[in-house]
């Protein structure tokens, strides 16, 4: 949806015929098409032109993204992917507006009438593979084609938090639960989002439409684990109490972590070597002079960046395994590791880590948590909220 760069001088215009001095779009963003008379220029389509324009204005008047695309679907606009069909070009199977659609088009600057070029790049030259890039690192040309928005409306629903444009990501805020729950309906997870100082829980697909799930409630996390907890005390209590403790529980449990830390970790090794092949390929590339000192300094700082990543991730995955190795062997201490559990329940001071001994998943639905366990010989249970 961006422009593709092939320009080093827009004023070199007698080599436009050559690939430069210009900027030409592979697919043409919604709103626009490609002018038939001068290569490689965007002209505007007045068809969608006409819907992007539409969008901008309910955004103007505070509608939220979500709100727009229920709008845009009632009125029966074929999505962008349609449209684009109908013009025979590719398309993926979107068939309905949903939030982020409309806010990646309220995002993308070309509708003011400049290039954004760089939005990904590639993690070297010769792989096919990209990464994105930082927004203020984004190569932009100023006016390059005709604008739909004004650069004034645009800025105004980007700076005024009064839109809503200013992002909240709650991904990396360690919660118990959250990254465990699912909506009943849909079994897409539960988005967080922090609003009103708690963490709001709400279906990934209703918050994009309510035609993917009809499942429209919010909740608030701290309103929700102090009711799974006390439930997990009381189901692992009773459990525990009454049977005598099975030493394949614990044993089966780690088996499947080990496991899983294996595979992990096996993939990281094949990154790892993935990446040292690419430094050395690029560092031939620069001596035989097929690449620039830039493009080889740029290649080669992502790659390196890749490199400490992997490194990293695989330090953690080690330490893990070793940990699980040593419990394995241990058959005596499970069930310490057992009461430990219960203890840390009792004085809820158990982690993301703990929880995924105990839970599988929680689903919630309309006036009701369900706890799916992780051993298979506790029943699910139904807890009502209403
Ligand atoms: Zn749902």
């Known amino acids: 949806m961006f422009c593709k760069e092939t320009s080093k001088s827009i004023k070199k215009s007698k080599r436009r015929k050559m690939y430069e001095g210009f900027y030409a779009c592979n697919t043409p963003p919604y709103g626009y098409k490609k002018s038939e008379d001068e290569h490689g220029k965007l002209i505007i389509d007045e068809n969608s032109a006409k819907v992007v324009k539409k969008i901008f204005e309910l955004k103007i008047k505070h509608m939220t993204s979500k709100q727009i695309a229920e709008q845009l679907n009632k009125e029966k606009i074929p999505t962008p992917a349609q449209y684009l069909k109908v013009k025979g070009l590719p398309q993926n199977s979107v068939k309905i507006w949903t939030r982020t659609s409309v806010s990646r088009i309220l995002g993308n600057p070309v509708y003011t009438g400049d290039c954004i070029r760089g939005k990904t790049q590639n993690i070297s030259y010769k792989s096919k593979k990209k990464i994105s890039v930082r927004k203020k690192d984004y190569i932009v040309t100023k006016n390059t084609h005709e604008a739909i928005i004004s650069k004034d409306v645009f800025e105004k629903i980007h700076n005024d938090t009064l839109y809503g444009s200013t992002k909240q990501d709650v991904n990396r805020i360690n919660t118990k639960f959250a990254d465990l729950m699912y909506c009943a309906y849909c079994h897409k997870k539960m988005t967080k989002r922090i609003q009103k100082g708690g963490i709001n829980l709400h279906c990934a697909s209703n918050r994009e439409s309510n035609e993917l799930c009809s499942f429209k409630e919010n909740y608030f996390y701290e309103q929700i684990e102090p009711i799974i907890i006390e439930e997990i005390q009381k189901t692992f209590e009773s459990y525990f109490k009454d049977k005598t403790l099975k030493k394949s529980i614990l044993k089966r449990q780690n088996t499947l972590k080990i496991k899983e830390l294996e595979r992990l970790l096996n993939g990281q090794d094949i990154a790892l070597k993935r990446i040292s092949f690419k430094i050395s390929?690029?560092?031939?590339?620069?001596?035989?002079?097929?690449?620039?000192?830039?493009?080889?300094?740029?290649?080669?700082?992502?790659?390196?960046?890749?490199?400490?990543?992997?490194?990293?991730?695989?330090?953690?995955?080690?330490?893990?395994?070793?940990?699980?190795?040593?419990?394995?062997?241990?058959?005596?201490?499970?069930?310490?590791?057992?009461?430990?559990?219960?203890?840390?329940?009792?004085?809820?001071?158990?982690?993301?880590?703990?929880?995924?001994?105990?839970?599988?998943?929680?689903?919630?639905?309309?006036?009701?948590?369900?706890?799916?366990?992780?051993?298979?010989?506790?029943?699910?249970?139904?807890?009502?909220?209403?």
């Open 281 to 386: 390929q690029l560092y031939n590339d620069r001596l035989s002079g097929k690449i620039s000192e830039e493009e080889y300094k740029n290649n080669y700082a992502v790659l390196i960046e890749e490199r400490n990543i992997a490194n990293e991730n695989k330090e953690k995955l080690e330490l893990d395994l070793e940990k699980f190795q040593n419990i394995k062997l241990e058959t005596s201490s499970e069930k310490d590791i057992i009461n430990n559990l219960i203890k840390k329940i009792k004085r809820d001071k158990f982690s993301l880590e703990d929880m995924n001994k105990i839970i599988s998943k929680i689903e919630i639905g309309k006036g009701i948590i369900i706890i799916h366990f992780a051993f298979s010989d506790i029943a699910d249970k139904k807890i009502s909220t209403l």
